[in-house]
């Protein structure tokens, strides 16, 4: 009886150990199992194109939770094949080892609130985390992705669906770290007349995110200065306050509540520029 006892025990203590393993990832335990593909994709003209460039604060790196998998029939992404699917976080796939969630599920939820109700919204993913805005300028393979040619091979895939309408771009920790620091501004400049290019408009909506305010590094405040003259010389580009935002416990990241204000914000942000 006491071995019966003692055999049930060790079973059962299995079990719990099994199916305890299968969620000691937390970063990826919630991360969707299936794709949606999209039945009938909209007309181009009914099909709006946001992308999503920069570094790690783009990609995402917040926690995926269950709300941020709840699909909406209006929202899309691409995959990691090229293909248009319903949009589900984590939108970016580059970094598989560290991706979690951005703020594109959010913009878009967010948008399709104030756009008339025909239209949709494809949100193309192109960030990847640590690269600096030399390396995008220079297409230089970073992470295992050559940084412009996939926002270009991407973008135009985009456009194969719908309509360009807007870049969201979120970087400049790298920067924060080099001696070229003091010339974000030109950089920034340059690489969005390259962005415009790709997508063939040069009044393309660009919609900036600020760094955060909890590091401790002086230069992410430059950064921020950097960022806010370049807009006040650009009347198609617009920037978002992240001052009020919080980390996820790294000094680096924004934390999953803040990648979803984020989105909400940059939307905001957009609409503003589109009166």
């Known amino acids: 009886m006491i071995y019966k006892i003692f055999h049930l025990t060790i079973v059962l203590f299995s079990m719990l150990s099994i199916g305890y393993g299968q969620h000691t990832n937390e ?26 460039a920069g570094q790690s604060n783009m990609a995402g790196r917040g926690l995926v939770e269950p709300q941020d998998t709840v699909p909406n029939n209006r929202v899309y992404t691409l995959n990691e094949r090229g293909n248009i699917i319903v949009a589900k976080e ?36 192109t960030a990847v985390g640590g ?12 992470r295992e992705v050559k940084l412009f040619s996939n926002f270009k091979r991407m973008a135009e895939l985009g456009m194969q669906y719908g309509t360009v309408k807007g870049i969201l771009w979120h970087q400049g920790e790298s920067d924060a770290k080099t001696k070229d620091a003091p010339l974000y501004q030109s950089k920034l400049s340059e690489l ?84």
């Open 27 to 52: 970063r990826t335990q919630f991360f969707p199992k299936v794709e949606l593909t999209v039945d009938n994709i909209p007309v181009k003209d009914n099909l709006w194109v946001f992308i999503l």
């Open 90 to 125: 984590p939108l970016h796939f580059y970094e598989p080892t560290m991706a979690g969630l951005d703020s594109g599920l959010s913009f878009g939820k967010t948008l399709i609130k104030h756009i008339p109700d025909s239209i949709s919204v494809l949100m193309v993913p």
């Open 131 to 142: 690269s600096s805005i030399s390396q995008w300028l220079n297409d230089s393979i970073h």
């Open 192 to 275: 969005f007349y390259q962005f415009r290019k790709v997508v063939g408009n040069q009044e393309t909506t660009i919609v900036v995110g600020q760094l955060g305010s909890y590091s401790t590094n002086p230069l992410w405040s430059k950064i921020n200065d950097h960022i806010k003259y370049y807009v006040s010389t650009d009347p198609n580009a617009g920037t978002i306050n992240t001052q009020d935002l919080n980390e996820k416990g790294d000094k680096v990241h924004f934390d999953s509540q803040a990648q979803r204000i984020l989105g909400v914000r940059y939307a905001n942000e957009f609409l503003k520029l589109q009166h």
